[in-house]
T-cell receptor, first 114, second 115 residues
Framework: GAVVSQHPSRVICKSGTSVKIECRSL??????MFWYRQFPKQSLMLMAT?????????EQGVEKDKFLINHASLTLSTLTVTSAHPEDSSFYIC??????????FGPGTRLTVL | AQSVAQPEDQVNVAEGNPLTVKCTYS??????LFWYVQYPNRGLQFLLK??????LVKGSYGFEAEFNKSQTSFHLKKPSALVSDSALYFC?????????????FGRGTSLIVHP
């Protein structure tokens, strides 16, 4: 149980385009989902916390207009990287809280912006 | 504010030998403590957690961790390492909360198990 999926697993796009990443909790309802960014050989950096049906809470330094988060249902949250640039290239990971004080993580999405 | 320290960037151990990955934390009150493992180009997998109760917590894949309140540590251990255990390990801590929580992650320790 407690499986989280992400789609796509890998995406390559041109600079200036927008990319949407989906995060789904497959076998549980997640009232809260989290979006992280991970740079090579570094820890996870929390970008934002999203609660179903309300606006996401962004961490300091994360641009709200650039990283749009939508948590439309108890099983789906999306992260849209708008007008992507090469510096946005990174590994993006979502997680979902199952109501048991434990986060379960998706497999991650490797974004490469050319 | 809570914090987590993983003092070793890398741990090397021979297959079959016991392994320890260290973690110390700082948090107000009684902590929730977690260990996650990350394989290359993958998300994090939950290994184990300590919330309350027995200080020795057993988790997935034969791993265990011991909560030591006096030393504010939560070291990850395994009696006999496997080559397949080679991965990046993250310790995380969060303050106790009745609702949603936001854990703080350590910077990770790369475990390399040699055949």
């Amino acid at each position: 149980g407690a499986v989280v999926s992400q789609h796509p697993s890998r995406v390559i796009c041109k600079s200036g385009t927008s990319v949407k990443i989906e995060c789904r909790s497959l076998d549980f309802q997640a009232t809260t989902m989290f979006w992280y960014r991970q740079f090579p050989k570094q820890s996870l950096m929390l970008m934002a916390t999203s609660n179903e049906g309300s606006k996401a809470t962004y961490e300091q330094g994360v641009e709200k207009d650039k990283f749009l988060i939508n948590h439309a249902s108890l099983t789906l949250s999306t992260l849209t990287v708008t007008s992507a640039h090469p510096e946005d290239s990174s590994f993006y990971i979502c997680s979902a809280e199952s109501g048991t004080d434990t986060q379960y993580f998706g497999p991650g999405t490797r974004l490469t912006v050319l | 504010a809570q914090s987590v320290a993983q003092p070793e960037d890398q741990v090397n151990v021979a297959e079959g030998n016991p392994l320890t990955v260290k973690c110390t934390y700082s948090v107000s009150g009684n902590p929730y403590l977690f260990w996650y493992v990350q394989y290359p180009n993958r998300g994090l997998q939950f290994l184990l957690k300590y919330i309350t109760g027995d200080n020795l917590v057993k988790g997935s894949y034969g791993f265990e961790a011991e909560f030591n309140k006096s030393q504010t540590s939560f070291h990850l251990k395994k009696p006999s390492a496997l080559v397949s255990d080679s991965a990046l390990y993250f310790c995380a801590v969060s303050p106790p909360s009745g609702g949603s929580y936001i854990p703080t992650f350590g910077r990770g320790t790369s475990l390399i198990v040699h055949p």
